[in-house]
Structure formats: structure tokens, C-alpha cells
């Protein structure tokens, strides 16, 4: 083989046969609800604190929420019977074991504690503003029952960002099922191969975009993937919404510097409200 003849670099254009690489057109951004915009976890930590005065329990409601919304998306309960059930279940693990009414009545209490302690992360607005003045359609796409999570959404001033949002409790299918991916993609008349999901969980919502085709993007706010759980090929890692923009704009041919951010927009009036 004669190396001194062969060219140092490679050339396209001695190879007309390959195209050079174009990168990948964007429309449209797609982003969970719960501990991806919306603080759940320390929600959850301070309603848990407010109803039982324990500050340790958010570990045994986490896992017996994960085994409960899996028999959801199995489609072996709804949400409203899991909601009773897995109050049910966390009441007998501490021993508490009551009439229906009883557990019913704490459930009640948990929502109306629950819904008072929702905040949104520092960097959600920022984000979402920069995403809307970049021109992209935005939309939610969540594992949730569709009254609560419509009701937290508009609560926390989020609705007008969104051009669409999914709902697993509404559509009968939840992440990571590719359908529910592409039903958004399908709504929203987009190729899965121009859209980006972000989410907090590295398997259903990073992992299952990817497999759906669409660009993948693990939002680990905690830095899980630091010391432990690592991100596969095809998945971006980031560690703040504060970061997506320039991930963008390095990997997507369409999206470029934003606009001048104008007054009136929905981040504005958010501010501007009781947030
Ligand atoms: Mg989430």
C-alpha cells in the first residue's frame, strides 16, 4: 500500500458519491412537567413533612409512587384508583391502617397541600422565553393524570408557552412508549427527527425520545450521571435548562441566535402575576 500517495486529509469533493453532513433541521422542543419545569420533589417533600411532621419519608413515598404509576402505564389502574391506592399502601407501611374514608380523606388533604407548594426551577421561564423567541413550537409530554397536571400547568402560568400538550392519563398511552412521543410529533405536524424531548428521567424520557427518533436530552439537575446512573449513546446530558439553548443552536442547523425579547411575552406576564 503506498502511503505517500494518499491524500492527508479526506476530501468530499473527490467523492461525489457522499454528501456532506448537514445538521438536522428543528421545529419543535418537547419538555416534561414534573422535576423537569415544575419543583415535584420538594413539593412532595414539604407536603409529606406538613402532613405527617417527618421529614424522612419522601424515599418510601418515592418508591411506592414508581410501583404504582408503572401499573398505570401497564394499564392495570387508573389514576384516580392509584392515587387512593398508593395512600393506601404508604398509610399501611407506617403502620396506619383505616377505613376507605380515612384514606380518602388524607389524599384529599395531601392534593390541597400538594397544590399550594408547586414552584417552577429558577431557569424554566428563561428557558421557555428563549425557546419561543427562537421560533420553536414547544409542547409538554407527561406521565400524569390529565385534570391534576392541566391544572397545574395553567396554575403556574405555564399554558401559554405550550402549541401542544400530552398527557399520558388523557391519551392511554405514556412514556416511554414511543407512541406517545409521536403522537406529538403527529399533532404537530413534525418528523420525529426534528424534534428534541428533555426530561428528568434517563429511561423514560431520554431513552424512550431517542427510541422514538427523536433527539434525546437527560435533565440531570441532581448529577445522578456524576456518580452512578451514566447517559447511553444518542443521549445529551445536561444539568440546567440554562443549558439547552446553546446545545441547540450547536446542533440543530435552524436555530440561531433569538430575537430581542419582547414585552408582553408570557414569561412577562408570569412574572408580572402572583409568581
Ligand atoms: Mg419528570
Not at 416511554?176 to 434517563?202: E, N, T, Y
Amino acid at each position: 500500500m503506498d502511503f505517500a500517495a494518499a491524500a492527508s486529509t479526506p476530501s468530499l469533493a473527490g467523492n461525489p458519491g457522499r454528501a456532506p453532513w448537514v445538521p438536522p433541521e428543528l421545529r419543535l422542543v418537547c419538555l416534561d412537567i414534573d422535576d423537569t419545569l415544575i419543583d415535584c420533589t420538594a413539593a412532595i417533600r414539604r407536603t409529606l413533612y406538613a402532613l405527617t411532621g417527618r421529614g424522612d419519608l419522601w424515599p418510601l413515598w418515592d418508591v411506592i409512587t414508581e410501583e404504582h404509576v408503572a401499573l398505570v402505564v401497564a394499564g392495570e389502574l387508573d389514576y384516580d384508583v392509584m392515587h387512593h391506592r398508593r395512600t393506601e399502601c404508604f398509610l399501611a407501611e407506617l403502620g396506619i391502617v383505616v377505613e376507605p374514608v380515612q384514606v380518602g380523606a388524607f389524599e384529599a388533604r395531601r392534593r390541597e397541600i400538594l397544590a399550594r407548594s408547586w414552584r417552577l426551577f429558577d431557569d424554566v421561564l428563561p428557558c421557555l422565553e428563549w425557546l419561543r423567541a427562537a421560533g420553536l413550537q414547544i409542547a409538554a409530554v407527561t406521565n400524569a393524570s390529565g385534570v391534576h397536571q392541566r391544572r397545574k400547568i395553567a396554575e403556574l402560568g405555564l399554558s401559554p408557552f405550550f402549541d401542544h400538550v400530552a398527557i399520558a392519563g388523557e391519551l392511554g398511552v405514556a412514556k416511554p412508549d414511543p407512541a406517545m412521543f409521536r403522537s406529538v410529533c403527529l399533532a404537530l405536524q413534525c418528523a420525529p427527527g426534528q424534534a428534541v424531548h428533555v426530561g428528568d428521567k434517563l429511561d423514560t424520557d431520554a431513552i424512550g425520545a431517542r427510541d422514538a427518533g427523536l433527539g434525546a436530552v437527560w435533565l440531570d439537575r441532581d448529577g445522578t450521571g456524576q456518580v452512578g446512573e451514566r447517559a447511553p449513546a444518542g443521549v445529551y446530558t445536561l444539568s440546567g435548562l440554562g443549558e439547552l439553548p446553546e446545545l441547540l443552536v450547536s446542533e440543530y442547523a435552524t436555530v440561531g441566535v433569538p430575537a430581542q425579547r419582547a414585552t408582553g411575552t408570557p414569561a412577562a406576564r408570569v412574572r408580572g402575576g402572583v409568581f
